[in-house]
């Protein structure tokens, strides 16, 4: 298991539209452990492949409070939204320390492989709605401050680039 290097924002490699996974080899599974092991390290409760420069539809997922129950999504696909939405505060891995509200489905279903092939539909509200919903822009190219105002947008983007200078020296 290794861990994997998280693509910040404003990457332009994070605006990548990911492909679907054709088959599971070796290299996906491996893939897979190490974005579990890279989203428990970094304290994420979700990782796209997107944000890990690999350009493949896969998320991994845990929400749980003992953060001990993995879920794999690979080609996910959402096949239901809920109309009533809400707005909530959001972060990022790949966007550091930055928290902003976001609008949300407050459920959703999801149609999607689990890392063992067998195809899956997933009910998921609150929590796991939302970050399903998030993960799954990674892989459409969307960062949550896409959802934000230019001006707010911009102000991240300074920040963050600002970062890196520093954390380059």
Known sequence: MALLNILCYPDPRLHTVATPVKEIVNETLTLIENMIE?????????????QVDVHQRIIVLDVS????????????????????????????????????????????????????????EIHAKELLAVCIQHEMDHLLGKVFVDYLSPLKRNRIKTKMLKLQRENSH
């Open 38 to 50: 890279t989203m428990y390290e970094s304290n994420g409760i979700g990782l796209a492949a997107t």
């Open 65 to 120: 409070d003992e953060r001990n129950s993995p879920m794999v999504l690979i080609n996910p696909e959402i096949i239901w939204t809920h109309p009533d939405r809400v707005k909530g505060e959001e972060g990022c891995l790949s966007v550091p320390n930055t928290y902003d509200g976001v609008e949300r489905s407050i459920e959703v279903k999801v149609k999607a492989m689990g890392k063992a092939g067998e195809l899956q």
